[in-house]
C-alpha cells in the first residue's frame, strides 16, 4: 500500500500543473497505449460527480532521449491523435470525456473507464509499472470477447469510412483499448488521412510521403502498414482493411504480426514487396487462425487492395454470427427493444450463460440485466438469468458483484413472481444443501 501511495503522490505531483487535477483525482495505474506506449492510463474519479474515468497522462520526461526538433513533433502527434477522436462520436469509438490539457511536464485527457490496451493484454507492457500485476499479465481474451471485439473494430472502421469519409491510418492493437465492460473501443487517430475532395466529390485520400528521420512513434506502426503504401504509394480505405486482417492475425498468433520491421522503412519496402505471395497464402501460415475466418483473413491480407472486402462486409460474414457474440450485441441494443421483445430475449437467456465464461457474464451481461431492473416488469425475466450468474460465482464474486444488485429488488413488493422467484430460489437451495434433490 505504501509503494502505490508512494506512485500515486509522485504521479499527481507531476501532473498538477495541468488543468485536468483540478477536476478529476488520479488513481492506480492500470495500462498503457498509444504510439510507442507512450500513453500510461489510470483510473480516475471526476470531483464533482464521482463519476468513474480513464485518465490518459504523458509525461513529457519520456523524450529526453529525442533531439529538441523530434521533442516537438511527437507532442503534436500526440495532440492531434485526442483532438481528432474527441470530435468523433460513435459507440464503436473511445469516448472522451475531457479534451487533452498540456502543461509544462504532462499532456492529459480524460475518456470512459477503460481496463488496458489491445497491445497489454497481447503480452506488451511498456510504460507500465514493475513487476507487473496479474490481472494484465493473465488476463486471457475468450472466443466470444475476440469474435464480438473484432466486430466492434470492424464497424468503427466503417463509421469512418463511410460516414467520415476518413481513413484511419494506425490501426493496431495500441490503438484499441478493452472498457470497463470488456467492449472494444478504437482509438489512435494521431496518423488518420482525412477526405480531401469537396463533400459532393468521390473522396480522395492524399497519399503522404514517408518522413525516414522522423522518430518511428510519430508515424504509423509499420507491422500493420498495407504494402502499396511502399509499392504504389498510395492509400484508400482499403488499407486499413488489410490492417485488420494483419490485427486478426496477431491475435490468434500470440500478438505476432506475419513480419517485424522493427520500426525501420527499408525493411518495410522489402516485406511489402515480399507480400505479393499473400495473393497465395499457404495454409501453414494461417494455421492459428481458425477455420471459420481464415479465408476472410487470406482475402484482407492480399497485397492487391481491390481483393479486400470492405468494412461493412466483414461485419456481416458468418464468423461474427456466434450465438455468444450475437447476445452481447442484443444486450447492447436493449435500450431500443419493447418489453415483450425483452422478455422473449430474457427467457431463453439461462442456456446461453451455461456456456459463457464467467467473467464475460459478470463483466458485460451483469451490468445490463440489472439495469432493467428499474423496470419492474422486468424483473420476472431478469432475475432467473442473474440466479444463473450467481451459480458460477464464488462467494467473493457474489458479494462483490450480485448482492449489491439484489438488494434494491428485495423491497420490490410487486410483480407477485418476484416474491415467488425468491421462495423457489429459497427452497432449491434447501432441498440441495439437504440431498433432498
Known amino acids: 500500500m505504501d509503494v502505490i501511495n508512494r506512485l500515486k503522490s509522485t504521479i499527481t505531483n507531476v501532473i498538477t500543473g495541468n488543468p485536468l487535477i483540478a477536476e478529476f483525482e488520479i488513481l492506480e495505474h492500470k495500462g498503457s497505449g498509444g504510439p510507442g506506449m507512450m500513453w500510461r492510463i489510470h483510473a480516475g474519479v471526476k470531483r464533482s460527480t464521482k463519476q468513474e474515468v480513464s485518465?490518459?497522462?504523458?509525461?513529457?520526461?519520456?523524450?529526453?532521449?529525442?533531439?529538441?526538433?523530434?521533442?516537438?513533433?511527437?507532442?503534436?502527434?500526440?495532440?492531434?491523435?485526442?483532438?481528432?477522436?474527441?470530435?468523433?462520436?460513435?459507440?464503436?469509438?473511445?469516448?472522451?470525456?475531457?479534451?487533452?490539457?498540456?502543461?509544462?511536464?504532462v499532456l492529459a485527457f480524460a475518456t470512459e473507464p477503460v481496463l488496458m490496451s489491445?497491445?497489454?493484454?497481447?503480452?506488451?507492457?511498456?510504460?507500465?509499472?514493475?513487476?507487473?500485476?496479474?490481472?494484465?499479465?493473465?488476463?486471457?481474451?475468450?472466443?466470444?470477447?475476440?469474435?464480438?471485439?473484432?466486430?466492434?473494430?470492424?464497424?468503427?472502421?466503417?463509421?469512418?469510412?463511410?460516414d467520415v469519409k476518413m481513413i484511419h491510418n494506425g490501426l493496431c492493437p495500441e490503438s484499441i483499448y478493452i472498457n470497463k465492460t470488456g467492449s472494444w473501443k478504437l482509438s489512435g487517430f494521431d496518423f488518420c488521412i482525412p477526405n480531401a475532395n469537396q463533400q459532393d466529390n468521390s473522396p480522395y485520400y492524399p497519399f503522404k510521403e514517408w518522413e525516414p528521420h522522423f522518430p518511428p512513434v510519430t508515424k504509423p506502426n509499420l507491422d500493420y502498414l498495407a504494402p502499396e503504401y511502399a509499392v504504389t504509394q498510395s492509400c484508400d480505405t482499403s488499407a486499413d482493411l488489410f490492417s485488420l486482417g494483419m490485427l486478426m492475425y496477431a491475435i490468434f498468433n500470440g500478438g505476432k504480426t506475419l513480419y517485424d520491421c522493427r520500426g525501420e522503412w527499408n525493411t518495410f519496402k522489402q516485406n511489402?514487396?515480399?507480400?505479393?505471395?499473400?495473393?497465395?497464402?499457404?495454409?501453414?501460415?494461417?494455421?492459428?487462425?481458425?477455420?471459420?475466418?481464415r479465408d476472410h483473413v487470406k482475402m484482407l491480407l492480399n497485397s492487391e487492395p481491390t481483393v479486400r472486402p470492405d468494412a461493412d462486409q466483414m461485419s456481416k460474414i458468418p464468423f461474427f454470427e456466434d450465438v455468444g457474440a450475437m447476445t452481447l450485441q442484443?444486450?447492447?441494443?436493449?435500450?431500443?427493444?419493447?418489453?415483450?421483445?425483452?422478455?422473449?430475449?430474457?427467457?431463453g437467456m439461462p442456456k446461453i450463460l451455461q456456456k459463457?465464461?464467467?467473467?464475460?457474464?459478470?463483466?458485460?451481461?451483469?451490468?445490463?440485466?440489472?439495469?432493467?431492473?428499474?423496470?419492474?416488469?422486468?424483473?420476472?425475466?431478469?432475475?432467473?438469468?442473474?440466479?444463473?450468474?450467481?451459480?458460477?460465482?464464488?462467494?467473493?464474486?457474489?458479494?462483490?458483484?450480485?448482492?449489491?444488485?439484489?438488494?434494491?429488488?428485495?423491497?420490490i413488493p410487486d410483480p407477485i413472481q418476484v416474491r415467488l422467484i425468491w421462495l423457489l430460489s429459497a427452497y432449491t437451495e434447501t432441498c440441495t444443501q439437504y440431498n433432498l434433490i
Open 55 to 105: 485518465l490518459f497522462i504523458f509525461e513529457k520526461k519520456q523524450l529526453e532521449r529525442y533531439p529538441r526538433r523530434d521533442r516537438d513533433l511527437i507532442v503534436d502527434v500526440l495532440k492531434k491523435g485526442v483532438q481528432q477522436m474527441t470530435r468523433l462520436r460513435h459507440p464503436k469509438i473511445l469516448s472522451v470525456l475531457h479534451p487533452v490539457e498540456e502543461s509544462r511536464e
Open 118 to 162: 489491445l497491445a497489454n493484454i497481447l503480452g506488451k507492457f511498456n510504460n507500465l509499472p514493475g513487476p507487473i500485476r496479474g490481472e494484465i499479465k493473465e488476463f486471457k481474451l475468450y472466443d466470444v470477447e475476440i469474435k464480438y471485439g473484432l466486430l466492434h473494430i470492424t464497424e468503427g472502421l466503417g463509421f469512418l469510412h463511410n
Open 272 to 293: 511489402a514487396k515480399e507480400a505479393r505471395c499473400l495473393k497465395n497464402l499457404k495454409p501453414s501460415i494461417l494455421g492459428s487462425v481458425p477455420m471459420d475466418v
Open 330 to 347: 442484443y444486450m447492447e441494443t436493449l435500450v431500443q427493444r419493447d418489453n415483450l421483445q425483452k422478455s422473449q430475449f430474457f427467457k
Open 356 to 411: 459463457m465464461p464467467k467473467r464475460v457474464c459478470i463483466q458485460r451481461i451483469l451490468p445490463a440485466l440489472f439495469s432493467e431492473c428499474t423496470n419492474p416488469n422486468m424483473i420476472p425475466f431478469v432475475l432467473p438469468n442473474v440466479m444463473e450468474i450467481a451459480e458460477q460465482c464464488s462467494e467473493k464474486e457474489f458479494a462483490q458483484h450480485i448482492l449489491p444488485g439484489l438488494i434494491p429488488i428485495f423491497s
